[in-house]
């Protein structure tokens, strides 16, 4: 079968329409669901999130648990304590998971509230850290000398001279 460039295009193109169809209508229903002040609303978006991350958890500890051929350079590697590790998580997603969907279908406050929390006070972590590194950076750029810019209009960054007002090669 020869491979026809326009007609992947077109599929392309028709698979994309459907996932901005698809993400139209959901975001509509989760607006709907917020202006009548439903619980589900907020409880399946959460639920898909946290669900996701519980089953790549799973997946980690799967992969350690399953894996062959440990290469000789991972020669101090305990098999025996990578196997219960990866077992104790693949155990813990479980648990996890069925206890948050138990909250979930009681409609318990606390079974949407931790994993939103968790989430949100992660970015504002992230976010903090980024900005104490902005603020702690040092410039790697020369000071400028009046008010005009530091770089130069040809392009490029003159290196210091070694003596103050000595000209640059």
Do not use: H, N
């Amino acid at each position: 079968m020869v491979w026809d460039r326009s007609l992947s295009i077109r599929r392309s193109r028709r698979t994309g329409w459907k996932i901005c169809l698809a993400a139209a209508v959901g975001a509509a229903l989760f607006l709907w669901g917020l202006s009548q002040e439903s619980y589900w609303a907020l409880a399946l978006p959460v639920a898909a999130g946290v669900l996701a991350a519980l089953s790549l958890a799973f997946y980690i500890g799967y992969t350690i648990l399953t894996v062959r051929g440990i290469p000789a350079a991972a020669e101090p590697y305990d098999s025996r304590a990578a196997r219960g590790t990866a077992l104790a998580i693949c155990a813990a997603s479980v648990v996890l998971g069925c206890v948050f969907l138990a909250g979930v279908i009681a409609q318990s406050y606390w079974a949407l509230a931790l994993p939103v929390a968790l989430a949100v006070l992660g970015l504002l972590g992230m976010v903090f850290w980024i900005g104490l590194a902005i603020v702690l950076q040092r410039t790697t750029l020369p000071q400028a000398r009046s008010s005009a810019s530091a770089v130069p209009a040809t392009g490029y960054i003159a290196k210091p001279s070694a003596k103050p007002g000595a000209p640059q090669p």
